[in-house]
């Protein structure tokens, strides 16, 4: 335990992490360290994983990002787990090569934080046929029943095109329970619901008024857009950043190119980069204010719908006045930015978020001297921090249960660096909190795009050529919903080999359920909307 | 309670003039590109190779612009020799096919109940038709309303490529719906599986799955574009048209 603490003092520059690792693991893993890229890559044998990742996440307090799995030249497998923890810390890579015959290992759903990798696993299962040993529920999770069994979508030599014969479904089906108390009933809601719900699936065990448990289904929008992207050129693969979830296609986008850039060894001129971080903050604004009107509109709060309604529609003008698209389709190109807004506009955009934040503080000051939509809010749909950290919890929902983590703070892109914003934490991981969040942090984006568009470098706003190469790079960024990591394989013609998303909406609704526990019936929409997650962006 | 009622009524009237008349208030509508007539050969063939969705072809005089395929992606109109011309409005409403023979203005055209489907839409294409129910656009004053049960419902509102495991559910939310009933395919996914199908995941849009009356182009559609299409779908508006070839040389003086 004491070369543990020693270690865990010492993590705080990037500098000793690779020497700490090989200190600890010297017979057991290799340890290669890229201090450009602040990363650290461990290469260990399927038996040690366990050990390496239980090592990294319960002493460490490093949270797992995402999982990349890759088929190698050399007949086999490559699997790369990310993690990252914070500002002084760098990337780890914790990477295991399967030869071709193996096709099994360890499952990590039992370490201290294993709910983070039930997912990954869960996924991984199913588009590349790999098994996780110990892990208890495998099977039907993106690809549902009537999926053929033993076809691996993601595997090398399955065509993208092909068509399937769906499978006949089981007569005998039934949908899984957990509650066994007498008169115990399950209601199925979705997967279409609601007004202009998406289509997800959640199974509501109940035993009257309550609902005990929840058991969502998601994945009937996946559309295999990692499947899909391979083999295209960057360029056309970028449309599929932006648009496999629409309501983030800036931030998605930007993912993409930065990891573009990362791999062309590029980096965007100053203009670029400032406007970059305005539209991404314009971006968030919208993506919170319709997360506020969706919350108005659950607890039935008429007049505060509306005027959370106004106060979108303004930004989504808005951000077609600046791009041309009011979604922001188009605006992020690799090597910088597609259109070059003049002077005049600029300041437009500035006095206009301004009124907006004016709108967004009187909303807030009516919205919390109306007790009937407070006791709709507090203490509805929690979330404790423990599980926050052991589900690797990310964005508005993470810092309303004390969780401060900000990729924008802890992997400074764009021009993040140089502004000076702050990011708001509270501590009651419930419903309200939430909702406080999104004004904290929209009052933030708003102070950003002031900061940066008042000074904003002159210069060109692109590259005006990128030589394509072949190589990898992980991007990530702070979408609007949470941290959003994108792994990109180019190969020598600057066609994508791989490409690996993992969207915050993937790693929040697995957290879902932990909110949605013995609550009344009627709170499961309020549930729902303080989450305010996108199931286009985690089904993909 | 009381504050509600008051900023409710301070806040004014927001709602949009159209269908009585247009509008054209900035950022309504990102526009989108038409047929245009183009001075060489070689501006018409970078058009075409900018395009990825193979939205644009070659036509007589310039370039015809497919909307159902158009993903607004702007590389016919940035950084190109001679970029296509480019039409703001909303009208975007065309029919799918041959127009339905039974009118339906008489039964529908006072009141209107939508059911929408979301068959793996990216999100934009339903945030869109969530706005329709925002106060700039009000579908209330229309006489257009949103149901739960698809047995309530009169049209049908469908968006995204339809990816396999909405295939079912999207066919019997159509088959609960009473006759007679239309289908109004939002966006580019839903119109022709932009650039998500067809594939081993999606199909190739709406049409595929249930018969499609009104389709709304656009990646996504605009709020208005959205009205214009249920409007359309019972006959309160003329149709627009899928196919945009460039316009026609003007006579010369002889």
Same mark, same amino acid.
């Given at each position: 335990m004491?070369?543990?603490?020693?270690?865990?003092?010492?993590?705080?520059?990037?500098a000793?992490f690779a020497?700490?690792?090989r200190?600890?693991w010297?017979?057991?893993?290799?340890a290669?360290?890229?201090?450009?890229a602040?990363?650290?890559?461990?290469e260990?044998?399927?038996?040690?994983l366990p050990?390496?990742?239980q090592w990294?996440?319960?002493?460490?307090?490093?949270?797992?990002?995402t999982?990349?799995v890759?088929?190698?030249?050399?007949?086999g497998?490559?699997?790369t787990?990310?993690?990252?923890?914070?500002a002084?810390?760098?990337?780890v890579h914790?990477?295991?090569q399967l030869?071709a015959g193996?096709?099994?290992l360890?499952?990590?759903?039992g370490l201290?934080?294993?709910?983070s990798?039930?997912?990954?696993?869960?996924?991984?299962?199913?588009?590349?046929?790999?098994k996780f040993?110990?892990h208890?529920?495998?099977?039907?999770?993106?690809?549902h029943?009537?999926?053929?069994?033993?076809?691996n979508p993601?595997?090398?030599?399955?065509?993208?095109?092909?068509?399937?014969?769906?499978?006949a479904r089981?007569?005998?089906?039934?949908?899984p329970?957990v509650?066994?108390?007498?008169?115990?009933f399950?209601m199925?809601?979705?997967?279409?619901?609601?007004?202009?719900?998406?289509?997800?699936?959640?199974?509501?065990?109940?035993?009257g008024?309550?609902v005990?448990?929840?058991?969502?289904?998601?994945?009937?929008?996946?559309?295999?857009?990692?499947?899909?992207?391979?083999?295209?050129?960057?360029d056309r693969?970028?449309?599929?950043?932006?648009?496999?979830?629409g309501?983030?296609?800036?931030?998605?986008?930007?993912?993409?190119?930065?990891?573009?850039?990362?791999?062309?060894?590029v980096?965007?001129p100053?203009?670029?980069?400032a406007?970059r971080?305005?539209?991404?903050e314009?971006?968030?604004?919208?993506s919170?204010a319709?997360?506020i009107?969706?919350?108005?509109?659950?607890?039935a709060?008429?007049?505060?719908?509306?005027?959370?309604?106004?106060?979108?529609e303004?930004?989504?003008?808005?951000?077609?006045e600046?791009t041309g698209?009011?979604?922001l389709?188009?605006?992020?190109?690799?090597?910088?930015?597609?259109?070059?807004?003049?002077?005049?506009?600029?300041?437009?955009?500035?006095?206009a978020?301004?009124?907006?934040?004016?709108?967004?503080r009187?909303?807030?000051?009516?919205?919390?001297?109306?007790?009937?939509?407070?006791?709709?809010?507090?203490?509805?749909?929690v979330?404790a921090?423990?599980?926050?950290?052991?589900y690797?919890?990310?964005?508005?929902?993470?810092?309303?249960c004390?969780v401060?983590?900000?990729?924008?703070k802890?992997?400074?892109?764009?021009?993040?660096?140089?502004?000076?914003?702050?990011?708001p934490?509270?501590?009651?991981g419930?419903?309200?909190?939430?909702?406080?969040v999104?004004?904290?942090?929209?009052?933030?984006?708003?102070a950003i795009?002031?900061?940066?568009?008042?000074s904003?470098?002159q210069?060109?706003?692109?590259?005006?050529?990128?030589?394509?190469?072949?190589?990898?790079?992980?991007?990530?960024?702070?979408?609007?919903l949470?941290?959003?990591?994108?792994?990109?394989?180019l190969?020598?013609?600057?066609?994508?080999a791989?490409y690996?998303v993992t969207p915050?909406?993937?790693?929040?609704?697995?957290?879902?359920?932990?909110?949605?526990?013995?609550?009344?019936?009627q709170d499961?929409?309020i549930?729902?909307?303080?989450?305010?997650?996108?199931?286009a962006?985690?089904d993909? | 309670?009381?504050?509600?009622?008051?900023?409710?009524?301070?806040?004014?009237?927001?709602s949009?003039?159209?269908?009585r008349?247009?509008?054209?208030?900035?950022?309504?509508?990102p526009g989108?590109?038409?047929?245009?007539?183009?001075?060489?050969t070689?501006?018409?063939?970078?058009l075409?190779?900018r395009?990825?969705?193979?939205a644009?072809?070659?036509?007589?005089g310039g370039v015809?612009?497919?909307?159902g395929?158009?993903?607004?992606?702007?590389?016919?109109?940035r950084?190109?020799?001679?970029p296509?011309?480019?039409?703001?409005?909303?009208?975007?409403?065309?029919y799918?096919?041959?127009?339905a023979?039974?009118?339906?203005?008489?039964?529908?055209?006072r009141?209107?109940?939508?059911?929408?489907?979301?068959?793996?839409?990216?999100?934009?294409?339903?945030?869109e038709a969530?706005?329709?129910?925002?106060?700039?656009?009000?579908?209330?004053r229309?006489?257009?309303?949103?149901?739960?049960t698809?047995r309530?419902?009169?049209?049908?509102?469908?968006?995204?490529?339809?990816?396999?495991?909405m295939?079912l559910?999207l066919?019997?939310?159509?088959? !609960?719906?009473?006759? =007679?009933?239309r #289908? *109004?395919?939002? /966006?580019a996914?839903?119109a022709s599986?932009? $650039?998500?199908?067809?594939?081993?995941a999606?199909?190739?849009?709406? !049409?595929?799955?249930i =018969?499609?009356? #009104? *389709?709304?182009? /656009?990646?996504?559609?605009?709020?208005l574009? $959205?009205?214009?299409?249920?409007?359309?779908a019972?006959?309160?508006?003329?149709?627009?048209?899928?196919?945009?070839p460039?316009?026609?040389?003007?006579?010369?003086?002889?």
């Open positions: 004491a070369v543990l603490e020693r270690i865990a003092d010492n993590t705080a520059g990037s000793s020497e700490l690792c200190s600890l010297a017979d057991k893993a290799v290669t360290e890229d201090k450009a602040r990363l650290c890559r461990l260990c044998g399927v038996n040690t050990d390496v990742c990294l996440t319960r002493d460490l307090d490093f949270i797992f990002a999982l990349i890759e088929q190698t030249a050399r007949p497998w490559s699997l787990y990310v993690f990252y923890k914070d002084a810390s760098p990337w914790v990477a295991v030869d193996v096709s099994a360890p499952s990590l759903v201290a934080h294993g709910p990798f039930d997912w990954h696993e869960r996924e991984t299962e199913d588009l590349f046929g790999l040993e110990g208890p529920r495998l099977g039907e999770f993106v690809l029943e009537d999926w053929p069994e033993g076809v993601m595997r090398r030599d399955f065509d993208a095109r092909a068509r399937f014969v769906p499978r089981d007569p005998r089906w039934e949908p329970t509650v066994v108390d007498p008169g115990a399950t199925p809601v979705g997967p279409v619901f609601s007004d202009f719900a998406e289509s997800a699936h959640f199974l509501l065990e109940t035993v008024e309550d005990i448990r929840t058991i969502p289904r998601f994945f009937y929008k996946y559309r295999g857009v990692e499947k899909i992207a391979e083999g295209q050129p960057a693969a970028l449309l599929l950043a932006e648009r496999f979830s309501i983030a296609a800036f931030a998605h986008g930007l993912a993409f190119c930065q990891a573009v850039e990362a791999i062309c060894g980096a965007p100053p203009r670029a980069r406007l971080t305005a539209l991404a314009l971006e968030r604004l919208r919170h319709a997360a009107t969706g919350i108005c509109n659950s607890t709060l008429a007049v505060a719908t509306s005027q959370a309604a106004l106060i979108e303004s930004l989504l003008r808005l951000s077609c600046a698209h009011r979604y389709f188009g605006a992020v190109v690799p090597g910088g930015i597609a259109c070059d807004p003049a002077e005049p506009n600029c300041r437009h955009l500035v006095a978020v301004e009124e907006i934040a004016e709108g967004l009187n909303l807030l000051r009516m919205l919390r001297y109306s007790s009937s939509f407070l006791d709709r809010l507090e203490g509805v749909g979330v921090d423990g599980y926050a950290r052991s690797g919890l990310v964005g508005p929902i993470a810092r309303a004390g401060a983590r900000d990729i924008r802890l992997f400074p892109y764009a021009a993040y660096s140089a502004v000076d914003f702050s990011v934490v509270e501590q009651e419930d419903g309200y909190a939430r909702l406080r999104l004004f904290r942090e929209a009052e933030q984006s708003v795009i002031h900061d940066v568009l008042s904003l470098p210069g060109p706003v692109r590259l005006d050529q990128i030589r394509p190469r072949a190589g990898a790079a992980l991007a990530a960024v702070e979408a609007p949470g941290a959003a990591f994108h792994w990109l394989r190969d020598q013609d600057g066609k994508v791989r690996r915050p909406s993937f790693t929040n609704w697995h957290g879902f359920h932990i909110a949605a526990e013995n609550f009344a019936f499961f929409p549930i729902l909307a303080s989450f305010g997650l996108s199931n962006e985690c993909r | 309670m009381a504050n509600w009622v008051l900023k409710g009524l301070l806040s004014g009237i927001k949009s003039d159209y269908p008349a247009g509008d054209d208030a900035p950022g309504v509508s989108r590109p038409v047929g245009t007539r183009l001075n060489s070689t501006a018409a063939e970078q075409v190779a395009c990825p969705t193979a644009i072809a070659r036509a007589d015809a612009v497919d909307h395929r158009c993903v607004h992606c702007f590389r016919c109109r950084d190109v020799a001679e296509a011309e480019w039409q703001q409005g909303f009208e975007w409403g065309a799918a096919g041959e127009p023979l039974r009118k339906l203005a008489k039964i529908f055209g009141s209107l109940h939508v059911r929408f489907v979301d068959a793996g839409a990216c999100g934009a294409c339903m945030s969530r706005q329709i129910n925002n106060p700039y656009y009000n579908m209330h229309l006489g257009i309303f949103t149901t739960p698809p309530n419902a009169d049209v049908l509102l469908v968006a995204g490529p339809v990816s396999d495991a295939r559910p066919r019997k939310t159509y088959e !609960a719906l009473p006759t =007679p009933k #289908v *109004v395919a939002i /966006g996914c839903a599986g932009g $650039i998500f199908g067809p594939s081993f999606a199909a190739a849009g709406a !049409a595929g799955i =018969p499609v009356d #009104v *389709v709304v182009p /656009g990646c996504p559609p605009p709020p574009a $959205i009205l214009h299409g249920l409007l359309l019972v006959e309160r508006k003329p149709p627009s048209a899928l196919m945009s460039p316009p026609q040389r003007t006579t010369e003086p002889a």
